[in-house]
């Protein structure tokens, strides 16, 4: 309900649309007048262009004025902030059959209302309440200032801790300062550089870098030809090749492999340098010529092998700290996803503790391949596809941890795991579509229904990349905490406590056990490698063994 008092007139006051209207627009919308202007489009469809009329025309005047506050409820927010009863579900599915588009539209706006009047208010800081209204006033299209990706790395250790260098993250220009190990990076031109530490390149654009000291390789395909290396003893540029460039502080080698190079420098005419030929440039005017030498790099072909061998390493240290993990007397679930052959149905539980619980049913999804090459993992594809298992019990805390790949967030809300009903205590572990991670509880008696939500965590740069997800829900010392690769992003006060039921429950989508005609589409759309499940609440320490040991890589 909404905290607005009804006026004295409020009656009458819901057959003028023009008021209903404006009372939507500037926040003063109550449950009652939203119910009457949802019933007011779905009876008058050609009342619908008007409407979205005068929702462009506010719009427009808000950002004209450079107005600082939008309306109480933002468009945006009424679309993608509900808490997901099922009565909710109920009125969605009901104004999404309407035949009329710009009706639909409509409606779905007005019942956005209903949903954001009845839900319980979500307090934010006044910074994000901010950025979400000027979000829903003009319509603002994702950008990226990346020019390249890290597509793998061998042993790396960076000089800078404030920063994360994940393999599959996207890089902005700026320094990149290896201490030791490999790492290649992939330009969005195409080209390839593997760099050796300890060395230093600067990411200028997708067709430009510098180095100032180190040693790297480089692979030049055809659409990225004219790729520029500068060094401070002058610059490469690429013909379609394949060249080592070693820059120390008094002089830059560079070695061509394959192919041809120009190489430039002030005060000296650009020179050709051919396959085999090599050349130290000195800061004077000289320049030595020799012969090249393709094995003192390490070329995208060598960091693939050692790439290939660091997988296997650590994919076998998994391995020996699974069978560990699998004996904690706290573990109810593990699900590994290995063993698996065409067909398998049963999902083996792998928790030494879990066997009242048995095995999971595998329903639609099928085996892929997970984080390293031989590792298995299950594909979330459709409505159909889920993994089902039934977790019976009351429980004080608890700790859900998944490794994820999300393809997309097409949907409303994207499902991890969900208790198939709303009974009091059930959970509800799931993905919304603006990238935050939620943890919903139902109350007692259908009411109190209480979401945890992280900060938004999936933004388009973490689509397609393996992260390990972990939350908490510690009633000791009342507090839901939820974990990225390992590190907390967010602790929320528990807001009421009571026992926790998983009960009937299932991976990667939701069947809602209060719907017998038509069930909301939840289901997820990504890969899953790995799904543990703990009766307890796992502390800062052990999710980060358990993330940092299993550390995502994406090397296919």
């Not at 040693?215 to 379609?240: C, K, Q, Y």
């Not at 052959?341 to 879990?354: E, F, K, M, T, W």
Request: charged share 25%.
């Amino acid at each position: 309900m909404s905290d607005i008092p009804e006026p004295p007139d409020e009656r009458s006051s819901l057959d003028d649309v023009d008021e209903l209207i404006e009372r939507y627009l500037v926040g003063n919308l109550t449950e009652a007048a939203a119910e009457r202007l949802l019933e007011r489009v779905e009876t008058d469809p050609n009342m619908g262009q008007s409407i979205l009329e005068q929702f462009a025309i506010d719009t427009m005047l808000r950002s004209l004025c450079g107005a600082r506050t939008a309306m109480r409820a933002p468009i945006s927010s009424l679309v993608r902030d509900g808490g997901g009863s099922d009565r909710d579900m109920t009125r969605v599915g009901r104004f999404n059959r309407s035949t009329v588009a710009v009706s639909a539209a409509c409606i779905a706006l007005i019942a956005g209302a209903i949903v954001w009047l009845k839900k319980p208010v979500r307090e934010s800081a006044p910074s994000d309440r901010g950025r979400e209204s000027a979000q829903s006033v003009l319509l603002i299209e994702p950008t990226t200032a990346s020019v390249a990706v890290l597509a793998r790395s061998v042993d790396a250790s960076w000089s800078d801790p404030s920063r994360s260098y994940e393999v599959g993250s996207p890089l902005n220009p700026g320094r990149l300062r290896l201490k030791s190990g490999l790492a290649e990076i992939e330009f969005f031109s195409g080209a390839r550089v593997v760099l050796e530490g300890p060395g230093e390149l600067e990411l200028r654009s997708s067709i430009e870098a510098y180095c100032s000291s180190g040693r790297l390789s480089a692979e030049i395909p055809p659409s990225a030809r004219g790729f520029r290396i500068d060094t401070p003893s002058g610059a490469v540029v690429d013909l379609g090749t394949e060249f080592g460039l070693d820059v120390t502080g008094s002089e830059s080698e560079v070695h061509v492999f394959k192919g041809e190079v120009e190489l430039h420098a002030d005060s000296r005419p650009k020179r050709s340098l051919k396959e085999g030929e090599a050349a130290a440039i000195g800061r004077t005017s000289s320049v030595r010529m020799f012969a090249a030498n393709p094995t003192a790099f390490a070329t995208p072909a060598v960091m693939r092998s050692r790439s290939t061998e660091s997988l296997r390493r650590r994919y076998d240290a998994w391995r020996k700290a699974s069978a560990r993990w699998n004996l904690d007397p706290s573990l109810l679930v593990r699900l590994d996803i290995e063993g698996l052959a065409p067909g398998d149905q049963a999902l083996a539980n792998r928790a030494d503790s879990g066997s009242a619980i048995g095995p999971a049913t595998i329903v639609g999804c099928g085996r892929v391949e997970g984080r390293w090459p031989g590792k298995g993992a299950l594909e979330f594809r459709g409505v159909g596809d889920r993994v089902r298992l039934d977790v019976p019990g009351d429980l004080s805390s608890l700790t859900f941890a998944a490794w994820v790949r999300v393809n997309g967030l097409d949907r409303r809300f994207n499902s991890l795991f969900m208790s198939d009903d709303f009974k009091a205590g059930a959970t509800h572990w799931q993905i919304l579509n603006d990238g935050r991670i939620r943890l919903g509880v139902a109350g007692r008696n259908g009411a109190g229904h209480v979401d945890y939500d992280s900060p938004v965590v999936f933004t388009p740069e973490r689509l397609g990349r393996w992260v390990h997800l972990a939350v908490v829900f510690d009633g000791e010392r009342r507090q839901v905490i939820h974990y990225v690769d390992g590190r907390r992003v967010s602790s929320n006060p528990v807001r009421k406590v009571f026992a926790l039921r998983v009960g009937a429950a299932e991976i990667g989508n939701w069947s809602s056990a209060t719907r017998v005609d038509r069930s909301p589409i939840r289901h997820y759309s990504g890969r899953i490698d790995e799904f543990s499940f703990y009766r307890r609440a796992l502390d800062e320490g052990e999710i980060g063994e358990i993330a940092g040991l299993a550390a995502a890589a994406d090397d296919s």
